[in-house]
């Protein structure tokens, strides 16, 4: 088994992949609120604490997807589900990742990489969305 066929494959692996992502995911959310809330306050503004809980809101709201899809797709194989996986994925790393370098550097180029990981996030539900109708 190549790492070919973990990343590309549509089936049980993936959904597996899915699952220990979120619970990564979900662990490094709350470690990163937890750090926000006592490592970083007096040491960024009041709007960069509020950017870094953004960050750590919808990289929990999106663990919380992951996980759903890989749920779904241990019952249901769908590429749909697999799309949709790999697109909370991505929103994650560039949503959420890119408001926790832009609270704690101010380089306005992180900032601007948000929305792509927004759009991701949005196609990830609308193909979530769809799977679901389909299936249940």
Same mark, same amino acid.
């Given at each position: 088994m190549g790492i070919h066929f @973990?990343? $590309?494959n549509?089936?049980?692996i993936t959904m597996k992949l899915f699952l220990i992502l979120g619970v990564i995911n979900g662990f490094l959310a709350v470690a990163l609120g937890a750090f926000g809330a006592h490592g970083l306050e007096g040491k960024? &503004?009041?709007k960069a604490l509020r950017t870094w809980e953004k960050a750590v809101t919808y990289q929990m709201f999106? &663990? =919380?997807a992951l996980l759903a899809t890989g749920l779904l797709g241990l019952k249901f194989q769908s590429?749909? @589900?697999a799309s949709a996986g790999w697109l909370f994925f #991505? =929103? #994650?790393i560039l949503f959420s990742g890119s408001l926790y370098v832009y609270s704690t550097s101010g380089i306005? &180029? $992180?900032a601007m990489i948000t929305p792509i990981g927004g759009f991701a996030f949005l #196609?990830?539900?609308?193909? @979530?969305?769809?799977?679901v109708v389909k299936f249940l």
């Open positions: @973990l990343i $590309f549509r089936g049980e960024l &503004t009041e999106h &663990t =919380g590429s749909s @589900l #991505i =929103g #994650i306005k &180029t $992180f #196609i990830g539900w609308v193909l @979530l969305g769809y799977a």
